[in-house]
């Protein structure tokens, strides 16, 4: 999902994560609800002079239920990354405006996971918050599949890139939070 021309010599991708699929589920329900709903509506449509009129604004009404409430959901899903690399933490989201933010390994200084729900904990997703000694701080990745592996796999590559960095002397410049 990350391009390999945004990486740096190097550097290698561990991780790349969508939020979890739980998050198209109401989106996917939407759209079971309203094709029915939209399709029954219009052949309800009493016969008349005004029988196709009625037919196309119900046609209408029904796709744009669905443009607002099941696809954009899932377009907003689908430009939704996380990646772990053997550098930094890169998030990217948004689908006509885009935004993200990197973080480095080297800036690490915490990470820690919340299952805010049962289901989230049955689901094994939750929020994995990075505290970093960069002067944003937090990154916070909400509904990350398999939250507590991905926290164990962003620790050990801290450590890793702590014991790289000591074992080569380098103490140059690090990756800014972006």
Excluded at 96 to 102: F, I, N, P, T, Y
């Amino acid at each position: 999902m990350i391009p390999q021309r945004l990486l740096g010599h190097d550097e290698h991708v561990v991780l790349s994560l969508r939020p979890h699929w739980k998050e198209v589920v109401p989106a996917a329900l939407v759209l079971l609800v309203t094709v029915p709903l939209t399709s029954y509506a219009a052949a309800v449509v009493p016969v008349g002079s005004t029988q196709t009129w009625l037919r196309w604004v119900v046609a209408a009404a029904g796709l744009l239920v669905l443009a607002r409430w099941s696809l954009w959901p899932f377009l907003n899903w689908l430009a939704t990354t996380y990646a772990v690399t053997t550098a930094r933490i890169i998030t990217r989201q948004g689908v006509l405006a885009r935004s993200g933010r990197d973080m480095p390994l080297s800036r690490v200084n915490d990470v820690s996971f919340e299952h805010s729900s049962v289901l989230e904990r049955v689901l094994r997703c939750g929020t994995l918050t990075v505290e970093s000694g960069g002067e944003r701080g937090q990154l916070v990745l909400r509904d990350v599949p398999g939250v507590e592996d991905v926290q164990r796999e962003v620790y050990r590559l801290a450590e890793e890139d702590e014991l790289r960095r000591r074992a080569t002397g380098y103490d140059g410049p690090v990756l800014e939070d972006h």
